[in-house]
């Protein structure tokens, strides 16, 4: 008896194709993350360009930024060693800047995050940009919009302080927060 080889390939593998395609089950789990292939794709639609703030104007939205008696003055959140974490003592700078953004929507913001030397250069552009995001995430949730903040990372490449000393190392490990304007 001949039997004909070919269905039974052709067979076994669409089942491995099959297979292939078929998801683990671990998106139903919770917490887990979506597959990135399986998100639809976001729809784009035209914008008109926003307004700028001018930063430098005293009489302007932009005088809160640029007055030293104002927490918006203050654009640096430190971070602890390997950590991305917003410490309690900034959260109130964080909530304040979210409020501007809130209240201004021509306002722009771009966190550069940052790092120390320790550290390869990959994992320090990864741990800023964790930094950058999780800043971006917060303003977020306290009511600024997506589209006026934009987090990226420098890992070690913008240190304040050169020194290989853990008070120089600490001055390093922070996000910078910039206006339109400013960078």
Not at 22 to 48: F, I, L
Not at 74 to 94: M, N, T
Not at 104 to 132: C, F, H, T, W
Request: charged fraction near 30%; proline fraction near 7%; include cysteine.
């Amino acid at each position: 008896m001949k039997t004909n080889i070919l269905p039974i390939i052709a067979a076994t593998s669409l089942v491995v194709l099959f297979a292939a395609c078929s998801t683990t089950g671990d998106a139903d789990k919770p917490g887990a993350k979506p597959d990135a292939a399986a998100a639809p794709a976001p729809e784009v639609t035209a914008r008109k360009p926003a307004p700028t703030v001018d930063l430098t104007a005293r009489g302007g939205d932009g005088s809160m930024l640029k007055d030293p008696k104002s927490p918006l003055s203050k654009r640096q959140i430190f971070f602890e060693y390997d950590k991305y974490d917003i410490r309690d003592e900034y959260k109130p700078l964080v909530e304040a800047h979210a409020k501007y953004l809130r209240e201004n929507p021509g306002a722009k913001m771009l966190i550069q995050g940052n790092a120390d030397d320790r550290g390869s250069r990959e994992y320090n552009v990864g741990l800023g940009q964790r930094r950058s995001d999780t800043v971006k995430r917060a303003l977020i949730l306290l009511g600024a919009k997506d589209g006026q903040i934009e987090s990226v990372s420098l890992g070690e490449e913008k240190p304040i302080c050169t020194e290989h000393a853990e008070g120089c190392w600490a001055k390093n490990r922070r996000d910078d927060m910039l206006y339109n304007g400013e960078y």
